[in-house]
């Protein structure tokens, strides 16, 4: 539990399109990664660009997250707003198309909203020595810091930064949008593995 002492916990949102499959898929693998690094320095939510307000978690999406399904029984879909996004320190979006919805509502969120796939990549360019400590300060700093790097390290084919919509599609489509937010997801979590470990080192 925070004490009054500790930092306020980093916030980070997933945005899809419904809300039910793809962004609450991945706001409860990278909420269950992050926890295992630093049990109260996260916070992530997801939400929908045309949510389906008060629907649960789509069952396929439940069922691909095994044993943390449990931790998603209460979960219902919630509309994006500019509120929200303006209360996040990163917006990680499933497609460019959510990307560029994110900031027709919010503008100010450039330097900090990116696709998820974009965002796991862009982390292998990032010098880690160049942002702050602890936890705080180097993620206000990551956003600003990786959006910098976005042109030098675009892809020659950029939809391939996008996760493929399950809805209303069979398993075989589900298992594709797991295999393209599993790999970005666990990049997210090394990365702050590694950054609390380094700050923990005398520099």
């Known amino acids: 539990m925070n004490t009054p002492l500790d930092p306020p916990p980093t916030?980070?949102?997933?945005?899809?399109?419904?809300?039910i499959c793809r962004s609450p898929y991945a706001e409860f693998l990278l909420t269950?990664?992050?926890?295992?690094?630093?049990?109260?320095?996260?916070?992530v939510r997801s939400a929908g660009?045309?949510?389906?307000?008060?629907?649960?978690?789509?069952?396929s999406s439940a069922a691909l997250l095994g044993?943390?399904?449990?931790?998603?029984?209460?979960?219902?879909a919630t509309q994006l707003t500019a509120d929200l996004v303006a209360r996040q320190d990163v917006v990680l979006t499933?497609?460019?198309e959510h990307r560029s919805a994110v900031l027709r509502l919010c503008p100010e969120a450039l330097r900090r909203t990116f696709s998820l796939r974009e965002?796991?990549?862009?982390?292998?360019?990032?010098?880690?020595?160049?942002?702050?400590?602890?936890?705080?300060?180097?993620?206000?700093?990551?956003?600003?810091?990786?959006?910098?790097?976005?042109?030098?390290?675009?892809?020659?084919?950029?939809a391939q930064d996008d996760v493929v919509d399950p809805f209303g599609q069979?398993?075989?489509?589900?298992?594709?949008?797991?295999?393209?937010?599993?790999?970005a997801v666990e990049r997210?979590?090394?990365f702050e593995r590694t950054s609390v470990e380094e700050d923990s080192e005398p520099r």
């Not at 916030?11 to 809300?19: A, D, E, F, Q, S």
């Not at 389906?52 to 069952?59: F, Q, S, T």
């Not at 990032?126 to 993620?139: E, F, I, Y």
């Open 67 to 76: 044993p943390l399904a449990a931790t998603a029984a209460d979960f219902t």
């Open 32 to 43: 269950s990664g992050l926890a295992e690094v630093d049990a109260c320095g996260f916070e």
């Open 170 to 183: 069979g398993p075989e489509v589900f298992r594709r949008m797991a295999s393209q937010i599993i790999p």
């Open 94 to 96: 499933m497609t460019r």
């Open 119 to 158: 965002f796991a990549r862009l982390l292998d360019t990032v010098d880690s020595g160049r942002l702050p400590r602890p936890r705080a300060g180097r993620w206000k700093h990551l956003g600003p810091e990786l959006a910098a790097n976005r042109t030098s390290a675009r892809l020659p084919d950029p």
């Open 188 to 190: 997210i979590i090394a």
């Open 49 to 59: 660009t045309g949510a389906l307000r008060g629907h649960p978690i789509d069952a």
């Open 11 to 19: 916030r980070i949102l997933m945005v899809c399109t419904g809300n």
